[in-house]
């Protein structure tokens, strides 16, 4: 491989880390603004469990510096989460240059619903399923037991939901993608519609607690948002690249 050859790769490896530079600076801002109020962002994460404990019961602290850590972790957790559309535009702005003109119309779209359906997976799990799932359990506790839950392993609780709704979310991006690249149809996923209901359920088997309230409120949306993606992918189909079409360099 010659110079020239190695030219172009160069080129995009320099963008490429300028764009994750970009990333981490707008975490670590978005991190230095809301550290003051850690404690105030955990309290009101932690809110819906502690609406749902007994009179008495508190959250506790097992370990030396989890009173401090564990906040921390949270508010850097929360910087990632809002710093969602600058990541989003970070990545648009790298591969951009090498689609076609249809294709970033077509593309764009999809980032913003994508941030926007991320966000409403968030907040889903937040004011729908945390309330049920944290009654359900306090409501379930075997008589004699007090409910203490650690700071640490709570944030761990919810971080994995909080996840999982929002990537959940993500449903109709994936199938709009699919349809759009050639891989499937949206006329051969109606034919598998029985399928998609029960892999629904499965997949929410394993991404929430192990209760029938919190896997049935990730299930049913997960599959309403199928057939969101599938109606949405009409509109996609027969517009991906053509093979006669070069890609343009300007935004």
């Known amino acids: 491989m010659d110079v020239e050859d190695t030219q172009p790769l160069i080129s995009h490896l320099i963008e490429l880390r300028k764009r994750l530079l970009n990333c981490i600076i707008a975490v670590v801002v978005i991190f230095f603004c809301l550290l003051y109020f850690s404690n105030d962002i955990y309290h009101l ?10 009179h008495g019961a ?11 850590l564990t906040p ?26 090498a689609l076609y003109r249809h294709e970033r119309q077509l593309i ?10 991320f966000y409403i997976g968030v907040s889903f799990a937040y004011f729908v399923v945390f309330p049920i799932a944290f009654g359900f359990f306090s409501k379930t506790a075997p008589q004699g037991v007090m409910i203490a839950t650690d700071i640490s392993n709570y944030l761990d609780f919810v971080m994995t939901l909080f996840m999982a709704f929002g ?4 449903v109709p991006i ?6 759009w690249s050639g891989v499937t149809s949206p006329e051969d996923l109606k034919k598998k519609r029985p399928y998609i209901l029960v892999g629904a359920f499965v997949v929410a088997m394993f991404l929430t ?43």
């Not at 508190?58 to 401090?68: C, E, K, L, Q, Y």
């Not at 764009?108 to 359906?117: A, D, H, I, K, V």
């Not at 994936?174 to 349809?179: K, Y």
């Not at 009409?234 to 343009?248: A, C, H, I, L, Q």
Request: glycine share 2%.
């Open 167 to 170: 990537v959940s979310f993500e």
């Open 108 to 117: 764009m779209p999809l980032l913003f619903s994508s941030t926007l359906l």
């Open 174 to 179: 994936a199938i709009v993608l699919l349809c």
């Open 72 to 97: 921390i972790k949270l508010t850097v957790v929360v910087s990632v989460f809002l710093a969602v559309p600058i990541i989003l535009y970070q990545i648009w702005a790298f591969v951009a240059p």
């Open 209 to 251: 607690p192990p209760d029938v309230f919190s896997q049935t409120l990730l299930a049913i949306p997960m599959y309403m948002l199928f057939e969101i993606g599938v109606f949405f992918s009409r509109f996609y189909v027969g517009k991906n690249r053509r093979k006669d079409e070069e890609p343009e360099s300007e935004l």
């Open 45 to 54: 994460v932690a809110s819906p469990l502690i609406r749902q404990l007994p």
């Open 58 to 68: 508190s959250m506790i602290a097992t370990g030396v510096a989890s009173p401090f």
